[in-house]
């Protein structure tokens, strides 16, 4: 983003606005950049321009995919994107990733790692948005599904880390939530992993090739008893599960054949509209509870106040609830 564009958000905004519903990825990408800015004005023009592309009319399909580091994520995303551009539908990739502000990478910082995918005229990939809280991220990761959606993209896929929360978030802004998973090392039915297992649509075993088919199938087997033990999702869908090979190709179709029948069983059935609808408001609320945090942070002197009071509460000179009531009066 240059300064002038900053300075001026209004005269450039409609220029913005204009390119980006052309379709031009740099304007996407500009866009992006313009909604994750923490800046107070870019933050009045991101609402103007996130306000004036909501798109009514395009159905898309958004997929989130999970798994923990080295599973396949990107090698299958880049299988999985090239076989849909050559299905004629334009994708986009974005990503979550928790660890990015510790590490100043990202998961998908280096494009190398979708290299076909990347050079694709169909397809925008876009690093990993950092930022100090998770829920920041997710906000931004929403506003730029909604952009993507209004550049002429039909699918757009998050990728998260399997690593807990962020896919909790990740779940809540798409249509179909994938999980890859690895065979072997029997942990993997415990702990954790019960919970995303839980939340997945689909569950698909990758690097099921040469010698490790006949772990994979094994695997196969367990999840599927596991998953049929869970009560009926909301979208009262049985949860597949596969086996691919993201590097040879292999069971790629038919991933994108489930994701086809899942789309309509959910069209048929109204969860797909009311998913998005529950999705939409669930953000709203989310964003009112951000709001509400940094206006009360904020606040002339509140930290030294909070300061003060955390000495008070800890030597039992003052009650929790006398302390938070009189930082609200102050
Ligand atoms: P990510 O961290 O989940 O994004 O995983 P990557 O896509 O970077 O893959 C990690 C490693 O696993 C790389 O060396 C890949 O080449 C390899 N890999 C990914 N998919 C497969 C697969 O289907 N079969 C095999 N044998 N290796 C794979």
Same mark, same amino acid.
């Given at each position: $983003? ?6 001026t /958000?209004n005269i450039?905004l409609?220029?913005?606005?204009n ?19 923490k800046?107070?004005d ?10 004036? #592309?909501? +798109?009514? *009319? ?7 995919i999970t798994?923990?580091p080295?599973?396949?994520? %990107?090698?299958?995303i880049?299988s ?14 974005? %990503?979550?990733?928790?660890s990015s &502000?510790r590490?100043?990478? %990202? #998961?998908l910082?280096d494009?190398?790692? $979708?290299?076909?995918l990347s050079k ?7 690093p990993?948005a950092?930022?100090s809280? @998770? ?17 002429g993209?039909?699918?757009i896929?998050?990728e ?11 779940k809540? $802004? ?7 998973m @690895? ?8 702990g954790?992993k019960?919970?995303i297992?839980? $939340? ?5 075993i +990758?690097k099921?090739? &040469?010698? &490790?088919?006949?772990?994979a199938?094994h695997a196969?087997?367990d999840?599927?008893n596991?998953?049929?033990?869970? /009560? /009926?999702n ?5 949860v /597949?599960?596969? @086996? ?9 179709? *038919? ?5 086809? +029948? ?6 048929? +059935?109204?969860?797909f509209?009311? &998913?998005r609808?529950r999705q939409a #408001?669930?953000w709203?609320? *989310? ?7 940094e206006?009360f ?7 030294e106040? #909070?300061?003060k ?6 030597s039992?000179?003052l ?7 009189e930082?609200?009066n %102050?």
């Open positions: $983003m240059d300064s002038t564009f900053r300075r /958000p450039h409609q220029d913005l606005i390119g980006l519903l052309q379709g031009n990825r740099i304007f996407l990408s500009r866009a992006i950049t313009l909604v994750e800015s800046r107070a870019d933050k009045v023009a991101s609402a103007e321009l996130v306000d004036k #592309i909501l +798109n009514t *009319e395009r159905k898309t399909l958004r997929i989130g798994g923990v080295g599973v396949g994520k %990107s090698t299958f880049e999985f994107g090239k076989m849909l551009t050559e299905k004629g539908k334009k994708v986009a990739v974005l %990503s979550i990733d928790p &502000n590490s100043k990478g %990202s #998961i910082g494009k190398t790692r $979708m290299d076909e694709d005229p169909n397809a925008f990939i876009r990993s950092s930022g809280s @998770l829920g920041g991220v997710a906000s931004s990761t929403r506003e730029s599904i909604l952009l993507c959606e209004a550049a993209f039909d699918v896929i998050i998260t880390v399997g690593v807990g929360q962020s896919e909790t978030i990740v809540d $802004m798409v249509d179909y939530f994938l999980l890859l @690895l065979a072997g090392g029997g942990d993997e039915l415990q954790i019960r919970g297992m839980e $939340m997945a649509d689909h569950i698909l +990758n099921a090739d &040469n010698d &490790n088919l006949k772990a199938k196969k087997d999840y599927w596991a998953v049929h033990l869970f /009560p /009926p909301d979208a009262d869908w049985v /597949p599960v596969g @086996l691919c090979s993201a590097l040879e190709k292999n069971g790629i179709e *038919e991933v994108w054949s489930e994701i086809e +029948n899942y789309q309509s069983h959910t069209a048929k +059935n109204g969860w509209e009311e &998913n609808k #408001i669930k709203f609320h *989310e964003r009112i509870h951000a709001r509400l945090e206006i942070y904020s606040k002339p002197m509140i930290k106040e #909070i300061k009071r955390e000495e008070l509460i800890s039992q000179k009650s929790v609830r006398k302390a938070v009531e930082l609200f %102050s």
